[in-house]
Every structure is written in C-alpha cells, then in structure tokens.
C-alpha cells in the first residue's frame, strides 16, 4: 500500500512533501517521543503524531519513514513543511484523534 492510498482511504490533508506519495508503506508507528522513534520505528513506517516542529523531519529522514501524520488537525511549521518538501516525506494531517487514526490504518493494513 501506497502513502498516496493511506491519505485517500483516510482523507487526510497533505501539507508538504506531496513527491513523497508513493513511497511504500510497511507499518505504523504511534509516538509523540522523539527519541522513541528514533529508537524504535521502522524503515517505511507511518509516523502518527501531535508533534509539528522541524525535529520530527530530522527524525523521519533518519528513520526513513514512509509519511507523518499529524493528528487533530495540526500544521506542521513553514520550515518543517521546507525540509518535508526537501526529503520528499509527505507531512499530512487529520481532525482525528490519534487513537482513531491509529486504528483506522491497523485496518487498512491487515485486510
């Protein structure tokens, strides 16, 4: 499944990185830590989180994730949408909360 798929099956608000779409998505990872992330996530994950500074790009490059996905209905900042458009890792964005969101992908997922 696409990154492109994820955002049209949940509607979700893509804010930058719009080249990165379809990157290959392998799993979910679900943390407002960064340092868990960095830790623990994998290579072609989503990242779902409340975070929107520049940082979570350095660490989705790192990681290289497949998306992050802000949830209820946050922005990412000018330079964060900057460097997502940069590393081509779409930043996207739901209204949902990240239980929801969560879930929803665990869905879309394992059908």
């Not at 679900?30 to 960095?38: I, R």
């Amino acid at each position: 499944m696409k990154v492109r798929d994820i955002v049209e099956a949940l509607n979700l608000k893509v804010l930058s990185g719009e080249s990165g779409l379809d990157k290959e998505v392998e799993g979910c990872y679900v943390s407002d830590l960064l340092s868990d992330v960095m830790g623990n996530a994998d290579m072609g994950c989503l990242w779902v989180t409340l975070q929107t500074h520049k940082n979570v790009m350095a660490i989705a490059s790192l990681k290289e994730l497949a998306a992050v996905i802000l949830v209820k209905g946050l922005d990412a900042s000018e330079d964060t949408k900057e460097q997502s458009n940069e590393e081509g890792i779409p930043f996207l964005s739901t209204d949902a909360e990240t239980f929801e969101t969560a879930g929803k992908i665990y869905q879309l997922l394992n059908a």
